[in-house]
């Protein structure tokens, strides 16, 4: 049964019951008195209240979790009414309150409170989490959670600079995220080719430099639009990519006679008439307009450095670019060459750090810059050997730091590269649809798990075993994800080619 309990914890004092195996991220407080058969009504009736209580975020959020209520329920339950006040919409920023409560008032009643519409999808979730076969609530009288993340920065990058993701998979990417608490999908948007319609330079996706098989498809602005506000129903936010200087094929093959000067035909070079400068920047320009979030992440990482496009060139266009995303009203954010190798954003403290490769992110946090872990060796989803055990630990506990230092950790994400999809059958855009059970396959159950570690790592209301892992992948199956079916705690037994043994892109016959 996946809802057997796995830990026993003590909250003020009092032993409490058994955590139901399917709970997950673990919350930071739970009382959890031995279950005593109270069953939830499958019409159970969601009644909201607070200033949140009219915004769409929170009707959308109770109109998709009521069919799910009404399915875990049961016709003559005794729990029918949960009563929620929803505190203020001040918008969808770093600083969002994702806090939440929920408890048992009687027998008849839950009561909760969301500290801002987008923590109602939390109240929800967790509660379906804690409701068992039959309806049954794992807990009794006096059931409580008292929840909040530890981190701002729960994330997904997904790199559709490489291969296009399909609109219904970047959403089901975004169902996934919602379900297990993460709110930052981190858009991946250029690289050989450039994936988001320019009305200012329409050639922009006309070309790629890798194509292919065709794979030059892009997202229309309305497109852009529609994933933006169907992630912020969900409480996600957009974050958008641009690479350069380097990885930047698609700027470069697509704007030549713009005037754009590349090095090799993937790094923008630093002209001395400035006129790479001025494209690229009217180009992040008309994107920032598309892209309502604070962050705008510039890439910046894995520059060449034959000349021209020299480290110090490199710097230099950098500079340039973070004063241009700064005069935009964004906070710049790139990948960990940023500050330890060009030193562009030395002098801009306020320049978000991804850790990823040689650093640590408190390497980066002692230099005063924000940081977020994505480091490869933790939370590479395009790693097979990377299990989901693995991605379960306390991120804080790597390296030493001041407590200052500390809270510029805003968090972690994991990422989807698709070099390998590159080269691949499951490159041209005819395999959409083994492409995305693909990709799924290697995003779930493994990133659900690593959710915990940017909710926080709470190992004192709940351990990670087998039974958590395996109701983690089934309520993601249940749920429409296609996550890979084989894997285990230990073991990922999907990659970008094949799926539980069963290969995607067979050899070709021998010749006759």
């Not at 991804?354 to 872990?373: F, I, K, L, R, Y």
């Amino acid at each position: 049964d996946i809802m057997l309990g796995l830990a026993v914890v003590l909250v003020a004092g009092v032993a409490a019951g058994a955590i139901p195996a399917a709970v997950w991220p673990p919350p930071r407080s739970v009382n959890c008195p031995s279950a005593q058969g109270i069953t939830l009504s499958s019409s159970i009736s969601i009644g909201t209240s607070g200033p949140g209580s009219t915004t769409n975020v929170t009707t959308n959020t109770i109109d998709r979790y009521t069919p799910l209520l009404e399915q875990i329920g049961v016709r003559g339950g005794e729990l029918i009414t949960l009563a929620i006040s929803v505190g203020p919409d001040t918008g969808l920023t770093q600083s969002t309150d994702y806090s939440y409560s929920v408890s048992l008032s009687s027998s008849s009643t839950l009561t909760a409170k969301a500290a801002s519409p987008y923590a109602v999808s939390y109240v929800l979730e967790t509660l379906t989490q804690f409701v068992g076969e039959g309806g049954v609530l794992a807990c009794g009288q006096g059931f409580s959670v008292d929840d909040a993340p530890a981190f701002s920065h729960r994330g997904i990058m997904i790199d559709t600079g490489r291969r296009f993701y399909p609109v219904a998979l970047v959403k089901q990417t975004l169902d996934g995220m919602a379900m297990t608490k993460q709110n930052v999908l981190h858009f991946h948007l250029s690289e050989q080719c450039f994936r988001v319609q320019s009305k200012v330079f329409p050639q922009l996706t006309a070309t790629c430099v890798d194509s292919r098989g065709n794979n030059t498809a892009f997202y229309s602005q309305d497109e852009i639009a529609d994933i933006v506000e169907y992630a912020r129903l969900r409480g996600i936010r957009v974050l958008p990519e641009f690479d350069m200087p380097g990885h930047s094929g698609g700027f470069c093959s697509s704007l030549a006679s713009e005037g754009i000067s590349c090095c090799n035909g993937f790094q923008i070079e630093d002209d001395p008439a400035g006129k790479s400068v001025a494209i690229v920047s009217s180009v992040l320009t008309e994107m920032a307009g598309l892209f309502p979030d604070a962050v705008m992440n510039i890439g910046c990482d894995e520059t060449g450095s034959a000349p021209p496009c020299t480290t110090d060139n490199a710097k230099s266009f950098e500079i340039k670019m973070i004063e241009h995303v700064r005069s935009l009203g964004k906070t710049p954010m790139g990948w960990e060459e940023i500050l330890f190798k060009t030193g562009a954003a030395a002098n801009f403290t306020d320049t978000i750090i991804d850790s990823w490769h040689t650093t640590s992110w408190n390497q980066a946090a002692e230099q005063g810059h924000p940081v977020v872990m994505s480091n490869d060796p933790y939370f590479y989803l395009d790693s097979p050997g990377h299990s989901a055990r693995h991605m379960w630990f306390n991120m804080t506990a790597l390296g030493t730091a001041t407590p200052q230092q500390a809270a510029l950790l805003l968090g972690g994400e994991t990422s989807m590269w698709q070099d390998v999809y590159v080269n691949s059958c499951l490159f041209p855009n005819n395999q959409d649809g083994n492409f995305s059970e693909s990709v799924a396959g290697c995003i779930w159950p493994r990133a659900a798990i690593a959710a915990g570690s940017f909710w926080g790592y709470y190992d004192s209301t709940k351990t990670l075993d087998d039974a958590t892992f395996n109701a983690t992948q089934q309520r993601l199956v249940k749920r429409g994800i296609p996550s890979c079916p084989c894997a285990t705690l230990d073991s990922t037994s999907c990659s970008q080619l094949q799926r539980c043994g069963e290969t995607y892109c067979p050899p070709p016959p021998p010749p006759p």
